[in-house]
């Protein structure tokens, strides 16, 4: 299982981001797409607490990894924020405050 919990806030204000995605992405170890296995939103205090159970991984069979992806999906509003994730049999990622800066428009 993975499971990630964190506080997304704007790095100009301080201010809680409401709203904002938050996903679980599996990526495979040779070609392929990355999916989201699963996905969440930061609450009015821009808090999120996400879970995914893994699968054990086959014998023989590559590997994949995992990653956490703030942002996701992707709100141009504000940059993103991602924390990859090698699953032994558990992962607990207490993300802690995450500041995202605002995105720069042309």
């Known amino acids: ?3 990630a919990t964190g506080t997304v806030v ?3 204000t301080g201010e809680p981001i409401v ?8 990526i495979p170890s040779s070609f392929g797409a990355t999916v989201d296995v699963a996905m969440a939103e930061t609450d009015a205090e821009g808090q999120f607490s996400i879970h995914y159970e893994t699968s054990r991984p086959r014998r023989g069979h590559p590997n994949v990894h995992y990653a956490v992806v703030v942002n996701s999906p992707y ?7 991602r924390q990859e994730a090698f699953p032994p049999p558990d992962v607990d990622l207490d993300l802690g405050v995450m500041e995202l800066e605002e995105a720069k428009t042309p």
């Open 1 to 3: 299982m993975i499971e």
């Open 10 to 12: 704007s790095a100009e």
């Open 19 to 26: 709203g904002l995605g938050v996903a679980i992405q599996r």
């Open 75 to 81: 709100d141009s509003r504000y940059t993103t924020f």
